[in-house]
């Protein structure tokens, strides 16, 4: 059974709108994070949050938005969609303070 | 700035073959050192990390991958290579604590030709 669920797999949103994109996780960790990977680029954090609070936020901008309504739950809230923001989206998590981060299979979305 | 450079974008072997994907690495600080792979429709999964001791860090599926600290590398091996090895591999690096940022490299395309 996936350890972290994310959803939906694939993604396509006009320009503009807004989109929400969801990650659980069944490891019984307390922290997660967001990661983008766009095209030809690697993958890059976003943020990590640990018992529901924000810990870091490093290259995303405010119409990114994560939203932590269960310890086990950080879903990606994107507004102002703009075709730049299409890229594959990946969650982890893992124990706050351990070294070892556990990876979704990622939501690609497609901005039109 | 801290950083990854996978130099080789795609890779092709034959079964049975022995195999090194490249790592470099820009970090300041002791490093935490990982290999991740993406098998397709899958998320990342841990191949091994390297954090001290020796150099020679074992991992899963006969994996290995050796830190040279003098050449800032840590790159990835394994003596003999399966089709169902094919995957896109990531290089990884961090401060190795909780909420750490990851910085990973763009990763390695690897095909296996039965």
């Known amino acids: 059974d996936p350890k972290i669920i994310q959803k939906p797999k694939y993604l396509v949103a006009v320009t503009g709108s807004e989109k929400i994109l969801i990650c659980e996780q069944y490891?019984?960790?307390?922290?997660m994070y967001w990661y983008r990977q766009s095209a030809k680029k690697p993958l890059e954090f976003m943020f990590s949050y640990s018992y529901q609070k924000l810990m870091d936020n490093q290259t995303a901008s405010s119409r990114f938005q994560p939203q932590s309504s269960k310890k086990n739950h950080l879903d990606l809230q994107i507004t102002a969609l703009k075709p730049d923001d299409s890229a594959t989206y990946f969650c982890?998590?893992?124990?706050?303070?351990?070294?070892?981060?556990?990876f979704g299979p990622g939501t690609r979305l497609l901005v039109l | 700035a801290q950083s990854v450079t996978q130099p080789d974008a795609r890779v092709t072997v034959s079964e049975g073959a022995s195999l090194q994907l490249r790592c470099k690495y820009s970090y300041s600080g002791t490093p935490y050192l990982f290999w991740y792979v993406q098998y397709p429709r899958q998320g990342l999964q841990l191949l091994l990390k390297y954090y001290s001791g020796d150099p020679v860090v074992q991992g899963v599926n006969g994996f290995e991958a050796e830190f040279i600290k003098s050449n800032s590398s840590f790159h990835l091996r394994k003596a003999s290579v399966h089709w169902s090895d094919s995957a896109v591999y990531f290089c990884a690096v961090s401060a190795g604590t909780g909420y750490q940022n990851f910085y990973f490299g763009k990763g390695t395309s690897l095909t296996v030709i039965p």
């Open positions: 490891l019984g960790h307390n922290a």
């Open positions: 982890a998590s893992s124990h706050p303070g351990e070294d070892t981060q556990y």
